[in-house]
Every structure is written in C-alpha cells, then in structure tokens.
C-alpha cells in the first residue's frame, strides 16, 4: 500500500444522489464496473441501498437481488477486490458468498446486533464509516461540539469493539463520512484536521466525491456531475492529510490526479 488506493463506485440502486437510476440492469452495471477496472480502479465498491440524505431503507431481498448477480458477474471477469456497500449483516454474508472481500459499512457495524459477529466471522475487510444518525434525518441540523474529536473517538471506540469480537486491527479502515449528519463546515474541518484519524494508526479512506459539500463552497455546482473539480480538490487535499485509499465517481480523472501529485511528491 505504498500508493493510494482507488475505490470506484457503482451503485446498482434507482435512487443514489449522483447515478441513482444510471445501472439499471445487471449487465450495464457490470460493465460499468469493469470500465471503471479499465480506468484504473483498484477495488470496486458495490452498493444496492442509497444512502444519500433522505433516503428511505430497502429490504434484504432486494437489497442481495440488485447486488448480487452483479458481484458474480464482475468477479467471473475480474479478480481483483470487491466491497459490498451495506449496512445489513445478511447482505454482507452473501455478498462475501458471491465473492466480495470488504464490508463497506456506512453504521460502521452498529446496525444489528450481530454486525460485529457476522464481520469476524466473514474474516474479511471492513470500513468503519462514522455517521451521525440515520440516512433519512442524518442532514437535519446536524451539530456538534468539536465535530474532529467527536468523530475520532467514535471511530476508535468503533475499531477497539470490532478488534474485541474479533475483527483482526489489520483488516480495519476508518471514513470520517463526509456528508453524513454533517454540514459543510463540518466536512470541511474533518478534512483539514483528518490527521487527528490516521493518527490512531488504521488506514483511513476519504469519501467525498461530488458530495454536497462541493455546492456549499460553489453554488454553481448545483447537479452531482459537475463537482470534478472540488471532488478531485476534496480528494488530493485527503491524501495529502493521510488517507490511504479514495473512494470516488471520476475513477479515470483520480488516477491522473494521483499520478501528478505523486510525481510531484517524489521530485523534491
């Protein structure tokens, strides 16, 4: 992990903020994700449930039909690593049955009372994402007293009770989770201060790809698709602060970016 990792996304749901609706079968989603492969993508991140503010919940059977078939269908063309998006045990189990290697969970194991048996049981990778709340009302004047700290001890109460189940620390990540119960003041400080996180010692991803804290900043960038620019700023300013891996949209633009700042980097 001497370089940073590229998450690309794809959402087989018909209501994420950015591509809600863009996969709507299971072989474009597969070949979106194969794309993003193409493109330079080092995982791909796999998810059947938006979790964009207001969302409403989707049920397990649903959630495995959208996922599923397109986890088996990537992985029978591509061996590399896959995470499933979800917040539910059941669908992690499967997900990992039809060939997932990370649980990518946005309640970071506090969902069900059995998230944190069924992550050491699956012995695979997980991501702890902090979120204040739920999707549907996370982003109703959400406040904090100091939202750095607050969010650092979660996160690290999170790991240390993920670590006593018996989740090895070393299949660990820690996302802050920008735009989840957060303002863009908010998101902004975690980003300026996200070495309080890789400071406890796990691999950090940053999430903030075409987030809405893009349009707090520039009220120009109004539709999703036209925050590339702040994505990629949000991005190498994450990387530059210590996250190891990004978990973005614009997988083909990413990897430009993080070649120039690396090849800058290593100039001196």
């Not at 474009?28 to 998810?47: C, F, M, N, W």
């Not at 449930?49 to 029978?76: K, M, Q």
């Not at 979120?131 to 999170?158: C, H, I, N």
């Not at 990540?173 to 998101?187: E, M």
Request: glycine share 8%; aromatic share 4%; with cysteine.
């Amino acid at each position: 992990m001497n370089r940073i990792q590229v998450m690309g996304i794809v959402n087989v749901t018909p209501d994420s903020f950015s591509d809600g609706g863009r996969l709507a079968t299971v072989e474009a989603a597969v070949a979106h994700a194969l794309s993003l492969v193409e493109q330079g993508a080092d995982i791909l991140d796999i998810g059947g449930e938006s979790t964009r503010p207001g969302a409403e919940p989707v049920n397990v059977a649903e959630e495995i039909a959208r996922t599923l078939p397109v986890i088996a269908g990537v992985r029978a063309r591509w061996a590399g690593p896959i995470s499933i998006d979800t917040l539910k045990p059941e669908v992690a189990r499967a997900a990992v049955g039809a060939g997932a290697t990370m649980w990518n969970d946005v309640s970071a194991l506090s969902f069900a009372p059995d998230s944190l048996e069924t992550a050491a049981a699956l012995r695979c990778e997980v991501v702890l994402m902090h979120m204040k709340g739920e999707p549907r009302t996370m982003q109703a004047a959400p406040v904090y007293d100091d939202v750095v700290s607050e969010v650092v001890d979660y996160l690290d109460g999170r790991a240390t009770a993920a670590v006593k189940a018996g989740v090895a620390r070393e299949q660990i990540w820690l996302d802050p989770g920008i735009g989840f119960g957060k303002t863009t003041a908010h998101n902004l400080a975690l980003t300026a201060r996200l070495e309080a996180l890789v400071d406890l010692g796990y691999p950090v991803l940053y999430a903030a790809s075409r987030k809405r804290t893009i349009l707090g900043v520039d009220e120009t960038a109004v539709d999703p698709a036209d925050r590339l620019g702040g994505s990629l700023a949000l991005m190498l300013e994450g990387t530059r602060r210590g996250a190891k891996m990004v978990r973005v949209h614009d997988v083909r633009e990413t990897v430009q970016a993080l070649k120039l700042w690396e090849a800058v980097s290593s100039a001196n």
